[in-house]
């Protein structure tokens, strides 16, 4: 069965005939549910929450409704998930709940690959006695290898952070095999995984994947400007608070969520499972449970997004002056549909902008992954070009895409 792209993209008012959107891995379209929830909220609740009138109460109701469909969507329960501002904000919060907690010598694992926001507030536990260890990219393939992670496991071993999906390259990282390795000697690791890059494209199972941690940017999944951060039960318990003194240890998830959330926003939220049950209807599945409809939703995600990609690194791996950066394949269980790429003789600077004048929106730079662009000496190339794609682009797009780039790249 094929993803019904018409049908898909009419929940999108936002995607234009003029513009191709390739910065998708930069932030989604946001699906007309999510939009209509939050004017709905704006025009109808504007009052604050807490207070014993209906209205406000029924205010509530909706903003704790949007932080459940964020919690399902993670495969989690609403007091394991915290809903913030966004996944830097989520993740420094987590790191200063953590930092308490440390001991002089224990030792936290970054990689040298994710975004800047899963890696800096972690390095800065240092000033808290962590000893910093650092994962390493293989240089050659462009991504984190399993055999390199090993060396750096101890019995100090106290946090591993890494990504699900690294979003300048777009490979997935076999997250159960690497929690697997980690459990396997020292099962109280705590292990914090950046899923952002992941969770557009995949339904994520926290409990499956069994992290301690999960951070998602539901901007990315076609929703509000919003993050959410799976944070397992014990581990939650066991942070320090970073609400007011009056707010109790035990208060689950708003002890991480200090100045509580974007009720408008978060109003919005119930948007992205109606879309998803949408398609999942459309598309003849009526699953026991509402994530086994979004879970085939994803699957006829993937097998489109790898059309689009297989027929985007086929004029890249044609080319004589593009060098691909990442894996190479299209192949769905490897890779999302972000791409990158860099052109010999000509900086990623001076490809792009000549795209925008076919209207084919795309990005280049370092995407705050600082460190991989430069362990992968990228930095002279001014970053990589990059072709984010997801679902509701259509293959058409990819075509215009391909000549705007034949022309750029004569
Ligand atoms: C892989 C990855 N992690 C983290 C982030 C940061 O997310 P946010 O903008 O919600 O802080 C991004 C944003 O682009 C990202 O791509």
């Known amino acids: 069965m094929q993803l019904d792209l018409e049908f898909v993209r009419a929940f999108f008012p936002g995607l234009s005939k003029h513009w191709a959107l390739f910065d998708n891995a930069g932030g989604s379209v946001p699906t007309q549910a999510v939009t209509a929830g939050i004017v709905?909220?704006?025009?109808?609740?504007?009052?604050?929450?807490?207070?014993?009138?209906?209205?406000?109460?029924?205010?509530e109701r909706r903003v704790r409704r949007g932080e459940e469909i964020a919690a399902e969507l993670l495969g989690a329960s609403p007091e394991e998930t915290v809903v913030g501002s966004s996944t830097t904000v989520n993740l420094a919060t987590l790191a200063r709940a953590l930092a308490p907690r440390i001991e002089a010598g224990d030792e936290v694992i970054v990689t040298?690959?994710?975004?800047?926001?899963?890696?800096?507030?972690?390095?800065?536990?240092?000033?808290?006695?962590?000893?910093?260890?650092?994962?390493?990219?293989?240089?050659?393939?462009?991504?984190l290898d399993l055999s390199d992670l090993e060396p750096l496991l101890s019995p100090r071993t106290r946090l591993v952070?890494?990504?699900?999906?690294?979003?300048?390259?777009?490979?997935?990282?076999?997250?159960?095999?690497?929690?697997?390795?980690?459990?396997?000697?020292?099962?109280?690791?705590?292990?914090?995984?950046?899923g952002v890059a992941y969770a557009p494209h995949r339904l994520v199972d926290v409990k499956a994947l069994d992290v301690d941690a999960y951070a998602v940017s539901l901007y990315k999944i076609y929703g509000p400007h919003l993050g959410a951060l799976y944070v397992r039960r014990e581990l939650l318990e066991h942070a320090k608070g970073q609400n007011h003194f009056f707010f109790p240890e035990d208060a689950l998830p708003a002890k991480l969520q200090p100045g509580g959330v974007a009720h408008e926003l978060a109003a919005g939220l119930p948007g992205i499972g109606a879309y998803l049950d949408a398609v999942a209807e459309r598309h003849g599945v009526r699953g026991e449970t509402r994530r086994e409809g979004w879970a085939h939703a994803f699957r006829l995600f993937a097998e489109h997004e790898e059309q689009l990609a297989e027929r985007l690194l086929q004029f890249l791996r044609e080319h004589p002056r593009v060098r691909i950066i990442g894996p190479n394949t299209s192949d769905r269980w490897m890779r999302a549909p972000t791409i990158a790429f860099v052109v010999e003789g000509m900086p990623s600077s001076q490809v792009v902008p000549p795209l925008d004048q076919h209207h084919v929106a795309v990005r280049w730079g370092h995407f705050y992954?600082?460190?991989?662009?430069?362990?992968?000496?990228?930095?002279?190339?001014?970053?990589?070009?990059?072709?984010?794609?997801?679902?509701?682009?259509?293959?058409?797009?990819?075509?215009?895409?391909?000549?705007?780039?034949g022309q750029a790249l004569r």
């Open 369 to 405: 992954a600082r460190r991989a662009i430069e362990a992968l000496g990228l930095v002279r190339h001014e970053g990589i070009v990059r072709a984010s794609m997801v679902h509701y682009n259509t293959l058409a797009e990819v075509e215009r895409l391909v000549k705007a780039l």
């Open 40 to 59: 709905e909220y704006l025009e109808r609740f504007g009052v604050q929450l807490g207070a014993s009138y209906d209205l406000s109460a029924q205010a």
């Open 112 to 143: 040298e690959l994710d975004h800047e926001s899963n890696i800096g507030p972690w390095r800065g536990l240092a000033a808290h006695g962590a000893v910093i260890k650092t994962w390493a990219i293989d240089r050659e393939r462009a991504t």
């Open 161 to 194: 952070a890494f990504t699900h999906c690294a979003n300048v390259v777009g490979e997935f990282i076999d997250v159960e095999e690497v929690v697997r390795r980690i459990r396997a000697n020292r099962p109280d690791t705590w292990i914090v995984v950046d």
